[in-house]
């Protein structure tokens, strides 16, 4: 026996296999096809039917490389090509066979300037992904041809949220590139998209037109406008060293009491007058103290909460500066705003979402992605779901438009209860700054961003 007799009866099994399994399919193909009647006819048949559909994904395909192509200018010259060849045709008129003939011949013409392709590079830079509104930042757009041949002159399209940026393309040897600076406006606060980029092609008249897309978007953060405020030694903010607590300790800084001297106090707490006085060791006892915690509660509702957009932006500002300070000074802090409500869920749930403020950069993100809804939750859920998740709060912001009446504001504000100050900041457009009391929450009205520093320096000789 050779050598190799096991390998070869091995391979001999695999290709009987294999035949087999051929052969049930044929035998299957051939008794279905045979059904429909004779095997001529069947197949033929079958040949047509295969024939029908490639040419009729091949029409598709045309159709909508014809629909991408041709530009609404195009169709317009196709209709008016029509129409003058069906009035010469039906009617004789010479003046539509002269319009078809123009027609005609232009488009003819705007042909060649399809004919090629482009092989680029696309890759626009952002210098900033991150502004203010009512700013504007700059972007690098380079295109490089990498084709080892002339590439004729094209279009940029750079779509930014609903507009659009076109930046004109000369001709470019082999491997030549354009560099072209970009000026972005952004105007309103938001978070923007930026691309798909796509390069296109056509004749000069507009009629024909081809399009090559990079998927690729980048996102534009526009921060609401804010403004430093008061920081948290002056004004309405008092706690520097914390909210103090009913509990008694041997060592913070809130002093309590003294007490005596008991084995195992610190010496260091011994107050020395006291001790002098008695004849025994005394020391000093402390309320226990809390790191401070500043909220900023904000509403959504743009109906039921502001009169127009530019006061829901005043709003947005006011919240974003009072927690941009709380930031920089190292606070604890909470944002809490409305969420949109499902509509099947209308009325039955309340949701709220909660902003970042682990740095000033993620918080202004938040607030950058803000928007006004109608089916958010209302102010009074929003204050009584952020009372309910975050105990020991010591001040609270509630920002609102100018409609919220005074009976809703003190609904909301009862959330937090008397041991949190409450300050409900009002922003109604154009209305004079003023700072009124009712009980022991205080309530601002800003009618301009400017106006809210002011006040709360103001509040420090209330």
Not at 390 to 405: K, Q
Not at 436 to 446: D, F, P, Q, W
Request: include cysteine.
């Amino acid at each position: 026996m050779s050598p190799l007799a096991g390998i070869d009866d091995t391979s001999s099994r695999i290709s009987r296999t294999a035949i087999a399994t051929g052969t049930r399919t044929r035998a299957s193909t051939v008794t279905s096809v045979s059904r429909g009647g004779s095997g001529a006819v069947g197949g033929g048949m079958f040949r047509a039917r295969r024939l029908a559909a490639a040419i009729e994904a091949q029409l598709r395909a045309a159709a909508r490389g014809v629909g991408e192509t041709v530009t609404p200018a195009g169709w317009l010259a196709v209709g008016l090509f029509t129409t003058g060849l069906a009035s010469g045709l039906l009617f004789g008129w010479v003046l539509g066979w002269v319009l078809a003939g123009a027609v005609g011949l232009m488009l003819v013409l705007c042909v060649p300037f399809l004919f090629g392709g482009h092989d680029y590079r696309v890759r626009l830079v952002l210098d900033r992904e991150r502004v203010v509104a009512g700013t504007e930042v700059g972007a690098a757009l380079e295109v490089r041809n990498a084709a080892t041949r002339v590439s004729l002159p094209g279009v940029v399209d750079v779509p930014i949220g609903a507009g659009l940026v076109e930046a004109q393309v000369p001709l470019l040897r082999a491997e030549g590139v354009h560099l072209e600076r970009l000026m972005i406006a952004a105007r309103k606060r938001g978070v923007v998209d930026i691309g798909p980029l796509s390069v296109s092609r056509g004749d000069p008249v507009g009629i024909l037109r081809r399009e090559m897309v990079w998927n690729e978007i980048q996102t534009l953060h526009v921060h609401p406008v804010t403004l430093p405020l008061p920081t948290a030694g002056s004004g309405l903010i008092r706690d520097l060293e914390g909210l103090p607590t009913s509990d008694v300790v041997d060592a913070d800084l809130a002093f309590h009491a003294i007490r005596a001297y008991v084995p195992g106090d610190s010496r260091r707490h011994v107050h020395w007058k006291s001790t002098a006085k008695t004849g025994q060791l005394m020391v000093r006892q402390y309320d226990e103290t809390r790191h401070s915690r500043i909220a900023v509660v904000f509403g959504t509702v743009m109906d039921d909460e502001y009169e127009s957009e530019e006061e829901f932006e005043l709003a947005v500002s006011a919240a974003a500066s009072l927690g941009r300070q709380a930031v920089r000074d190292g606070r604890e802090l909470v944002v809490t705003t409305s969420a949109e409500n499902p509509e099947i869920t209308r009325g039955a749930t309340v949701s709220i979402r909660q902003i970042p403020t682990r740095s000033e950069q993620s918080m202004l993100d938040g607030f950058a992605e803000i928007e006004a809804g109608n089916r958010a939750s209302r102010l009074e859920d929003v204050c009584r779901l952020t009372a309910q998740g975050h105990r020991g709060l010591s001040i609270v912001f509630i920002v609102t438009g100018g409609p919220m009446p005074i009976n809703r504001l003190r609904a909301a504000a009862q959330a937090f209860g008397t041991h949190t100050q409450r300050v409900v900041v009002r922003c109604e457009s154009l209305a004079e700054p003023r700072m009124v009391r009712a009980g022991s929450l205080r309530i601002i009205t800003v009618g301009a961003l400017g106006d809210l520093a002011q006040l709360i320096a103001r509040g420090a000789l209330g």
